[in-house]
């Protein structure tokens, strides 16, 4: 198939990045897991922490998505399409959850980095599900654009998570309220 012809590389490397850090990401946790919880804590890590998985697998699965063997990009793009679909709902909730916690203020870098690119990303993938069959080869550029950016935000985000809890680890406090700005 044309369409996917020189992607394979492409598809390698993100693929097993985003496996990779899943791993790490696991490692941390459990690292993590044994430290005490400040008051409020449960409510912040189900807004910031669990949410840092979701865009590793999201380009983990697209990359196992395009790398199989479809007889046509259709069926490829239709499984892109839905997992942007179900990406934007998971993350608008994800939103809802990070302003109605009380634990942590957000700040502009996490309504970035947790809610405007990843909400973005999605949605590219589900515009670029349709284009497919006139314009397979942008497409495809528009995929792997989407795919980089859900992978350096779960990159950040998992960073941003990790430095949190070396600095706060049970304080519950918000790295803006340290700061005096929250």
């Known amino acids: 198939m044309t369409a996917l012809a020189g992607w394979e590389n492409f598809d390698v490397i993100v693929g097993s990045s985003a496996g990779g850090l899943i791993g790490l990401q696991f490692v941390v946790i459990t690292l993590l897991a044994g430290r005490p919880a400040g008051p409020g804590q449960a409510q912040a890590r189900s807004a910031f922490a669990a949410p840092t998985i979701v865009p590793f697998g999201a380009v983990l699965l ?12 259709g069926g490829a793009a239709v ?9 934007v709902i998971y993350t ?3 939103a809802r959850r990070m302003g109605a916690q009380t634990t942590c203020k957000p700040e502009f870098e996490d309504w970035l980095c947790h809610a405007i690119l990843p ?10 599900a349709p284009t497919v069959r006139g314009h397979a080869s942008g ?8 795919l980089l950016v859900l992978l350096f935000i779960g990159i ?7 430095t949190y ?3 706060h680890p ?9 700061r005096g700005t929250g």
């Open 79 to 87: 499984l892109w399409g839905l997992l942007g679909l179900t990406g």
């Open 139 to 146: 497409a495809m550029f528009g995929v792997a654009a989407a």
């Open 62 to 73: 697209v990359a196992a998505d395009i790398s199989a063997p479809w007889r046509s990009l």
């Open 92 to 94: 608008l909730l994800v």
């Open 165 to 167: 809890h070396l600095e």
């Open 170 to 178: 049970a304080s519950g406090k918000h790295h803006s309220q340290e």
């Open 156 to 162: 950040h985000n998992a960073w941003d998570a990790a």
């Open 119 to 128: 909400v973005a990303s999605f949605a590219a993938l589900i515009l670029f």
